[in-house]
């Protein structure tokens, strides 16, 4: 059974400096254009860590190498799936990311076939959910994401020339 499907609309590592590495993305692989947001508030009620309420912070910048996604992740307060990333395994390839037509279907699939749910909450304010479901053997977090058309509209504005996000 698939939980997810489609494209994979986003690769996200969690990194210890943000600024040494959107500056190394840029210079070894030609992904510039970083859009950073210096603190986002993680936190209740709608977040949740390890199946407990969860409140932390980090900093995020998003980038496109062609049309795909990337996203970094540097860990600033709290207790969170970076921090835990950061500590046991360093800077690394922590999570890819889809945007499932029925973000509520993906989900409960998920919990049917007894994938632990790592990380969940919500931005109401932007129109985005998610929920990071452990990787199992492969490691590496999936992430699904639920995308309000305001908030695929800003991914939209970001998304270089000449291509498109998944769901376009």
């Known amino acids: ?17 943000i600024a040494s ?51 970094l992740i540097e860990p600033r307060s709290g207790d969170s799936p970076y ?14 990311a889809y945007v499932p037509d029925d973000f509520d279907a993906a989900l409960a699939g998920a919990r049917a076939a007894g994938v632990e749910i790592v990380a969940e909450g919500g931005f109401e304010e932007f129109g985005m959910e998610f929920a990071y479901l452990d990787g199992g053997s492969i490691g590496t977090c999936v992430e699904l994401m639920r995308l309000s058309a305001r908030m695929k509209a800003v991914f939209d504005r970001l998304v270089p020339e000449g291509h498109a996000n998944p769901w376009t």
């Open 21 to 71: 590495a959107t500056a190394e993305f840029a210079e070894r692989y030609g992904v510039d254009g970083w859009f950073t947001i210096p603190e986002v508030r993680f936190g209740p009620p709608t977040c949740r860590y390890r199946g407990c309420p969860a409140e932390y912070t980090s900093a995020v910048a998003l980038g496109y190498a062609g049309g795909q996604q990337l996203e």
């Open 83 to 96: 921090s835990d990333h950061l500590t046991r395994f360093g800077a690394g390839l922590h999570h890819i």
């Open 1 to 17: 059974m698939s939980i997810a499907g489609g494209p994979i609309f986003q690769l996200g590592w969690v990194v210890p400096d």
